[in-house]
């Protein structure tokens, strides 16, 4: 009851009518706060080291929602913030939610039509000079060399997957860099537009989890999560078209093949990155359990090369039949 009592204190609510429950942990754990002025939901956020990156994200989320988009109603910290996050003794960095009645996205949910006119209204909001390249797992060789070589000093179970396989780790960066490169249709955006991010309610789907907004391609976020909707329950590849559609027909510009797909790869090794990171020491691991940090960043090293293959056959597909040409 403590840390409800502090967190409706840090927000200006009511007192609290009970404890707070937890809702769900996906990226950041959320809870549950009923007061006398009504419920809220709270995220625990990341905010040290990041002040810059998520005022810029706030500011960003509400100019998308002054626009039309329909996202959740923050609500604003009573004191000291950032962005729309402030610091509460005894819990951390939070952030609360006006409470938004709905449900989970389900496999049968139709939402390709709202997924393409979202994305593009959303692209249209703030353009940028560049994005971001570390969130596609791009980095310089010699960063990759530097994990190899820690890992083998260290004994890491990858180690050797890694030595044989790093010749093609490098070959599909660098198909990702060139796709980032030659994109150069850089906004602020969403950056985690999945299904999981996704509440069906009354008045229709509600995209949130907007802390991760920044700089990013347009045209291979709106790819990439068109293709993360269509087969979140095998592959609909008529939803995927239909959202790239939708997309187009509200503004957006789809990318020419093979590289409609390539930014879901490079998120495939930016994990793979962030999981060699903390092998070798190089970032804290966490919650995380080590083994299975080190058994999973295996698994992405022997798994990449048919990933990328089959998502760039998949993408040379889905352009030829769109009749998409690289300029």
Same mark, same amino acid.
């Given at each position: ?25 996906? @990226? ?17 956020? *990341? ?39 402030? +610091? ?8 609360? +939610? ?24 959303? $692209? ?7 994005? *971001?390249?570390?969130? +596609? ?65 009354? @008045? ?30 095998? $592959? ?65 090293? *022997? ?25």
């Amino acid at each position: 009851m403590q840390k409800a009592m502090a967190v409706a204190e840090a927000f200006g609510l009511g007192r609290p009518v009970r404890a707070m429950t937890a809702h769900t942990h996906r @990226s950041s754990p959320t809870w549950v706060l009923d007061t006398v002025d009504g419920r809220v939901l709270v995220k625990q956020v *990341e905010v040290a080291g990041r002040e810059a990156e998520v005022i810029r994200a706030a500011r960003f989320e509400a100019r998308v929602g002054a626009g039309g988009v329909d996202v959740p109603r923050p609500v604003p910290p009573a004191g000291e913030a950032v962005g729309y996050a402030t +610091y509460v003794a005894g819990f951390g960095w939070a952030r609360a +939610y006006e409470w938004l009645d709905g449900r989970d996205l389900r496999d049968d949910d139709e939402v390709a039509g709202w997924l393409g006119a979202t994305l593009a209204a959303v $692209h249209a909001v703030e353009p940028v000079d560049a994005p *971001e390249r570390v969130a +596609y797992g791009i980095h310089p060789a010699e960063r990759w060399h530097a994990w190899l070589a820690a890992g083998e000093r260290l004994a890491r179970p990858w180690a050797p997957t890694l030595r044989a396989g790093l010749p093609a780790i490098l070959d599909i960066s660098a198909w990702v860099a060139a796709a980032l490169d030659r994109a150069g249709d850089y906004v602020l955006t969403h950056r985690d537009v999945e299904p999981w991010n996704v509440m069906i309610t009354s @008045s229709g789907p509600v995209l949130f989890d907007w802390d991760p907004a920044g700089p990013d391609s347009a045209g291979l976020e709106a790819c990439h999560a068109a293709f993360a909707f269509a087969t979140r329950a095998g $592959h609909d590849w008529a939803a995927l078209r239909a959202t790239l559609t939708a997309y187009a027909a509200a503004g957006g510009v789809v990318p020419a093949d093979p590289d409609l797909l390539a930014r879901r790869v490079g998120m495939r090794i930016n994990r793979l990155a962030w999981r060699l990171s903390m092998s070798t020491g190089a970032q804290p691991l966490g919650p995380n359990d080590l083994a299975t940090v080190d058994a999973r960043a295996r698994e992405q090293v *022997e798994q990449l090369p048919g990933f990328a293959a089959d998502l760039r056959a998949v993408g040379t597909a889905i352009a030829a039949e769109a009749g998409l040409t690289r300029p």
